[in-house]
């Protein structure tokens, strides 16, 4: 077979011009080096598939492997870094307390009463205590303690929708001891032998046993002490703002002047970091009482290249991770800035170094020093970074909390270093999923679980099932149905479910006109049934009795008077949250808590609140138990179907 060649100029092909046989390079045009140049996606050069070893050569180049540079890598780095500490937490309606010693500042600004919420746990810490009791030899002690001091575990109104109250309070009501209460009568005692041993006494023990008595209430309240992180008084946190569901508190470092103070306004996720909080003070210095933290090591740290998972290999030709692929990236012809960001991490991602120092937590650091050698001997003197256009904007520095329009100096080169804490998350106690009802135009608070007389939590969905609102009488005897039915069927209000609680639009107290702002403020939906005497003792109506019954006993339902003659009598109901997640003040009346939200607290994601035991360890080491609560985005918009003023026809028409 033989071979033809055909020359361009054999055809009569010829360039219309040298410009576009030989183009001249330009500086307002630009061209990807890739093989696909006008491919979107880059998977194809990312793979480089070899295809002559001038090629593999030519990459090379490309990538500035052979390109040389004059300049030492660096070898050693002189480094001082000085500090503040952060002494104090502030903020709420309670007082400043030290962070010296301290639990974690998460469980201290979350942390609620523990033994007060929860009566099994509390049952459960007396039973602790009746069990040492019994192996020191003192179990004279137990009857009288059972007696003044009996674990109260209420019997739940309804044992179907609370099983689990229903189960501990048939084990341990009565049969335990109160822990929270005896606590707070021996603690006054503790390290009074004289008084230890009155108390003994009155528990009809002997004189032999009271240094024995005395032992294990000392060891048993240190236990106490250790098992949760108590709060100071029912219901919330002082730290937690129910008008937009989240804490808000601050930290301070005493003695500096003026008073540094770094605001956490709106902490919901139960994690912090130095991105929480933003600075409300000016250029600080420190005082003549401040404890300066000065850190320069001894010897110099040796810079070591910054490296990162999935991060690419230095080199172009050696074999990288493949469970990350920059090719996925799909960067379009035109997308820039995708490309810049395959660029960073291809050519410019072995460009960073990393100083290993060891710095105490909870401190503002200055990076005062910071001199590097290099393998020539040569020492580079490194400043802070700044933008060359002049403006403010860093990506690790504290945002100024002020107001936009009184600008002010902010606390240039200085990084909070945050104790890291990773707490576990046990099983909500609360669950509340907040949405909004554009149909209904109004917000619902959906209350998921809640906590159930032993503290354990229970479905109220389940509950709401039992509390259905589509209960229906029998006709009274003798009643004659109309041919065909009704051709008409009225109704004035449909029903919804008795955990979903309505927040409805008000004005905000001082809006005007020209500034309307509006709140939510719960609400209740309220729904009307028959109660007249000889219908409800009718025997064919006693599932619909015993349902009117537990409405009547359920302490988050709230009656209205009865209505209309003797033999139509109706009667209202109004269904209030059970949870605590919903109400202004827990302890308060359930018919006089009404809590308002801000508006902008509820966007149209909606939000989902939880209430939940927590536990971490401290820097220390020690464990550390605690209820918090935290706030995370919702799953949407909802339609709850509450519609007014309902015509239906009937089934004869």
């Known amino acids: 077979m033989g071979v033809y060649r055909v020359s361009a100029k054999s055809l009569g092909i010829e360039a219309i011009s040298a410009a576009i046989a030989k183009p001249d390079p330009s500086a307002t045009t630009w061209s990807r080096l890739e093989p696909l140049p006008t491919n979107d996606d880059v998977t194809e050069a990312l793979q480089a ?118 189960v501990w309070n048939a084990l341990l009501d009565g049969k335990s ?142 074999f990288e991770d493949g469970r990350v692929s920059f090719g996925m990236l799909g960067a379009a012809k035109n997308d820039l800035a995708r490309l810049a960001v395959i660029e960073y991490a291809l050519v410019f991602g072995n460009d960073w170094f990393t100083l290993p120092i060891t710095l105490p937590v909870n401190a503002l650091y200055r990076v005062a020093k910071l001199d590097v050698l290099d393998n020539f001997g040569i020492t580079v003197k490194i400043p802070p970074a700044t933008n060359p256009n002049g403006t403010q904007w860093t990506m690790y520095e504290m945002s100024v909390g002020a107001s936009p329009l009184v600008p002010r100096p902010r606390l240039n080169d200085i990084l909070y270093l945050c104790p890291a804490v990773k707490a ?39 509950e709401s099932h039992r509390l259905s609102t589509n209960q229906q009488l029998r006709p009274p005897p003798g009643a004659v149905p109309a041919p065909g039915g009704a051709p008409l ?40 049934y028959q109660v007249t005497p000889d219908r409800l003792n009718d025997p064919r109506n006693a599932d619909y009795k015993a349902f009117i019954d537990r409405l009547r006993n359920a302490p988050f339902v709230e009656e209205k008077p009865e209505q209309g003659p003797p033999d139509n009598r109706l009667q209202g109901f109004m269904f209030h949250p059970r949870g605590a997640l919903l109400r202004l003040d827990p302890n308060a009346p359930v018919d006089t808590d009404y809590l308002r939200l801000e508006e902008e607290e509820v966007p149209r994601d909606g939000i989902e609140l939880k209430r939940a035991f927590n536990y971490a360890r401290d820097a220390q080491g020690r464990a550390v138990l605690w209820i918090g609560r935290s706030k995370t985005t919702g799953r949407g918009e909802g339609a709850s179907e509450l519609r007014f003023d309902v015509i239906r026809r009937g089934r004869g028409t």
């Open 424 to 462: 576990l998350e046990g099983a909500p106690l609360e669950h509340v999923l907040m949405m909004r009802d554009e149909m209904a135009n109004m917000v619902w608070g959906i209350e998921k679980r809640v906590q159930g007389t032993s503290g354990e939590p229970l479905d109220r969905k389940f």
């Open 177 to 318: 001891i109160d822990a929270f209460a005896l606590a707070a009568d021996l603690r006054p005692l503790v390290g009074n032998d004289a008084a230890l041993d009155g108390f003994g006494t009155s528990l009809g023990l002997a004189g032999a046993q009271l240094p024995g008595f005395r032992a294990t209430a000392t060891a048993w309240l240190a236990w106490l002490g250790e098992l949760a992180l108590e709060g100071a008084a029912p219901g919330a946190s002082a730290y937690w703002n129910p008008q937009r569901l989240e804490y808000a508190f601050s930290l301070q470092a005493d003695g500096t002047a003026p008073l540094l103070k770094l605001d956490a306004d709106e902490y919901t996720d139960g994690r912090l970091d130095w991105h929480t909080f933003t600075v409300n003070a000016d250029e600080a210095g420190a005082g003549p009482n401040v404890q300066l933290i000065e850190v320069e090591p001894k010897r110099p740290p040796m810079p070591a290249i910054a490296r990162y998972p999935g991060m690419p290999a230095d080199r172009y030709w050696e």
């Open 489 to 528: 069927h009225y109704t004035l209000q449909t029903p919804v479910a008795a955990h979903w609680i309505p927040f409805l639009p008000v004005k905000k107290a001082g809006a005007i006109p020209a500034n309307w702002s509006i709140q939510l403020q719960r609400g209740v939906v309220t729904q009307h």
């Open 49 to 166: 598939r070899v295809a002559d070893p001038l090629w593999m050569l030519a990459r090379q180049w490309q990538f500035n492997e052979f390109q040389g540079e004059d300049a030492g890598s660096p070898i050693k780095a002189g480094l001082r870094i000085e500090g503040v500490p952060v002494t104090s937490l502030v903020g709420g309606n309670a007082p400043a307390r030290s962070l010296a010693g301290a639990p974690p500042i998460e469980a201290l600004v979350e942390h609620e009463q523990v033994l007060q919420a929860h009566p099994k746990l509390n049952a459960q810490a007396g039973q602790q205590l009746m069990r040492q009791l019994r192996a020191a030899g003192l179990a004279a002690a137990l009857p009288p303690l059972l007696a003044d001091y009996p674990a109260n575990i209420s019997k739940p109104q309804d044992p179907a929708a609370d099983n689990a109250g229903f």
